[in-house]
């Protein structure tokens, strides 16, 4: 083992790892204080599901729109200020969504608001991954389950501001600035300097053992693509489509959650914001002891048991419709995705073949269509069979994971 892995990392890279974690958490926040006003949202502008489905396939949309023009951005501002100015951003389209009075508006916001958030995304795990190079070691599933923590406190802050009988302009108002502050404090603590720290390492890193500088585990060397061959396309494919996966589960739960235990199962508004909350605490834990699961069994196989549980869990809440099984079914959702999408994220970085950065930009603006697809599908197949029907989304998605996750590393000797 090199000396940079079991070096103690200097004072300076502990708090901006705790900044990291602080953009990581309003990014989960700020979305999440929104998702539970979403029946109220629809009930108020009078849509139907399939209305509802479109409009809020806009934050996923502009989410896609803008995705690529994170690296300008990071470029420009350095991805600590990107992903501050993208927050900022973020929550004002949230507030102006949650008080939108047409489906215009509230899509229009939804498309702003997603569109900051990709630029805030992509910004935050380059400054996070900028942050594991200097500690030597991977400590990016921290920042992931740290995200989801947010989204749990935001859920539970919106499920609170509902009970004490807020307006959504109030609560939002509140939420947004709370997190705004919090993220401009963090930028104070921060990396400074370039973007991009070349080490000795990173040629050997990324190619694997006794590679050589500007080689790869295929001989097919760093000049792209089509020199990587067949097996790395397949491989990216498969990537995404496993972080695609893992976003899907996440969307059925972000903007059908709440809706399914409401208006199919009759549960409280209150007691309806537990579904998300539910999947997001589950992911939380799953993304917490994942990387000493993955260290014992090999992602291959925590993949494989993850999707296995998406597709018991979901499928028997589904089969079975009560309220609790069905809180319990996103939970089990949730736990069994928590780590396909870090993982997919890493792996691409370290696919052979691609430019440094490529594979995870690739991955992330690809997973995305998972966010823009969802929603219009779910609301279409429920407005032509049932909304039960449309979630089935969530045990299929789980089917793919296990499918796929072959091409996931296995556990190494």
Same mark, same amino acid.
């Given at each position: 083992?090199?000396?940079?892995?079991?070096?103690?990392?200097?004072?300076?890279?502990?708090?901006?790892?705790?900044?990291?974690?602080?953009?990581?958490?309003?990014?989960?926040?700020?979305?999440?204080?929104?998702?539970?006003? %979403?029946?109220?949202? &629809?009930?108020?502008?009078?849509?139907?599901?399939?209305? %509802?489905?479109?409009?809020?396939?806009?934050?996923? /949309?502009?989410?896609?729109?803008?995705? =690529? $023009?994170?690296?300008?951005?990071?470029?420009?501002?350095?991805?600590?200020?990107?992903?501050?100015?993208?927050?900022?951003?973020?929550?004002?389209?949230?507030?102006?969504?949650?008080?939108? @009075?047409?489906?215009?508006?509230?899509?229009?916001?939804?498309?702003?608001?997603?569109?900051?958030?990709? #630029?805030?995304?992509?910004?935050?795990?380059?400054?996070?991954?900028?942050?594991?190079?200097? *500690?030597?070691?991977?400590? #990016?599933?921290?920042?992931?389950?740290?995200?989801? #923590?947010?989204?749990?406190?935001?859920?539970?802050?919106?499920?609170?501001?509902? /009970?004490?009988?807020?307006?959504?302009?109030?609560?939002? /108002?509140?939420?947004?600035?709370?997190? $705004?502050?919090?993220?401009?404090?963090?930028?104070?603590?921060? =990396?400074?300097?370039?973007?991009?720290?070349?080490?000795?390492?990173?040629?050997?890193? !990324?190619?694997?053992?006794?590679?050589?500088?500007?080689?790869?585990?295929?001989?097919?060397?760093?000049?792209?693509?089509? /020199?990587?061959?067949?097996?790395?396309? %397949?491989?990216?494919?498969?990537?995404?489509?496993?972080?695609?996966?893992?976003?899907?589960?996440?969307?059925?739960?972000?903007?059908?959650? $709440?809706? %399914?235990?409401?208006?199919?199962?009759?549960?409280?508004?209150?007691?309806?914001?537990?579904? *998300?909350?539910?999947?997001?605490?589950?992911?939380?834990?799953?993304?917490?002891?994942?990387?000493?699961?993955? @260290? !014992?069994?090999?992602?291959?196989?925590?993949?494989?048991?993850?999707?296995?549980?998406?597709?018991?869990?979901?499928?028997?809440?589904?089969?079975?419709?009560?309220?609790?099984?069905?809180?319990?079914?996103?939970?089990?959702?949730?736990?069994? +995705?928590?780590?396909?999408?870090?993982?997919?994220?890493?792996?691409? @970085?370290?696919?052979?073949?691609? &430019?440094?950065?490529?594979?995870?930009?690739?991955?992330?603006?690809?997973?995305? =269509?998972?966010?823009?697809?969802?929603?219009? +599908?779910?609301?279409?197949?429920? @407005?032509?069979?049932?909304?039960?029907?449309?979630?089935?989304?969530?045990? =299929? $998605?789980?089917?793919?994971?296990?499918?796929?996750?072959?091409?996931?590393?296995? &556990?190494?000797?």
């Amino acid at each position: 083992m090199s000396v940079d892995v079991l070096r103690r990392p200097a004072p300076a890279e502990r708090r901006a790892r705790a900044a990291v974690a602080v953009l990581f958490f309003t990014n989960g926040a700020l979305f999440a204080n929104l998702l539970p006003r %979403y029946p109220q949202i &629809k009930a108020d502008l009078g849509i139907g599901n399939a209305a %509802y489905g479109l409009a809020v396939a806009a934050f996923p /949309a502009g989410a896609i729109a803008a995705g =690529l $023009a994170a690296g300008v951005a990071i470029r420009r501002l350095g991805s600590a200020r990107a992903a501050v100015a993208g927050t900022l951003l973020t929550g004002g389209g949230i507030l102006v969504a949650g008080l939108a @009075d047409s489906v215009l508006l509230f899509a229009a916001a939804l498309f702003v608001a997603g569109a900051m958030d990709a #630029i805030t995304d992509v910004a935050q795990n380059a400054h996070g991954l900028r942050v594991q190079r200097r *500690y030597g070691r991977s400590i #990016i599933n921290s920042f992931h389950a740290v995200w989801s #923590i947010g989204a749990v406190v935001g859920g539970s802050m919106a499920a609170a501001a509902i /009970a004490l009988g807020l307006s959504r302009g109030q609560h939002l /108002a509140i939420s947004g600035i709370v997190f $705004a502050v919090a993220a401009c404090v963090a930028l104070r603590f921060c =990396l400074t300097g370039p973007e991009v720290e070349p080490t000795a390492e990173s040629d050997s890193a !990324r190619t694997g053992p006794g590679a050589e500088p500007g080689s790869d585990r295929d001989g097919a060397g760093r000049n792209g693509l089509p /020199a990587a061959g067949r097996r790395t396309a %397949y491989v990216l494919a498969a990537l995404v489509l496993i972080a695609t996966a893992g976003t899907l589960v996440e969307d059925a739960g972000s903007s059908w959650a $709440a809706l %399914y235990l409401s208006d199919v199962l009759s549960a409280s508004v209150t007691l309806a914001a537990s579904g *998300y909350i539910a999947l997001v605490g589950a992911q939380f834990v799953g993304r917490t002891i994942g990387d000493r699961l993955v @260290d !014992r069994f090999g992602q291959r196989t925590v993949a494989r048991a993850g999707g296995l549980v998406v597709v018991a869990g979901m499928g028997l809440a589904l089969a079975v419709p009560t309220v609790p099984g069905t809180i319990l079914g996103f939970a089990a959702a949730g736990f069994g +995705v928590a780590t396909l999408v870090p993982a997919a994220m890493h792996e691409a @970085d370290e696919l052979p073949g691609l &430019k440094p950065g490529s594979g995870l930009a690739i991955v992330s603006w690809l997973m995305r =269509l998972g966010f823009l697809l969802s929603p219009p +599908v779910v609301g279409l197949v429920a @407005d032509a069979a049932s909304l039960r029907a449309g979630l089935l989304v969530v045990p =299929l $998605a789980g089917l793919l994971v296990l499918l796929l996750a072959g091409v996931l590393q296995p &556990k190494r000797r």
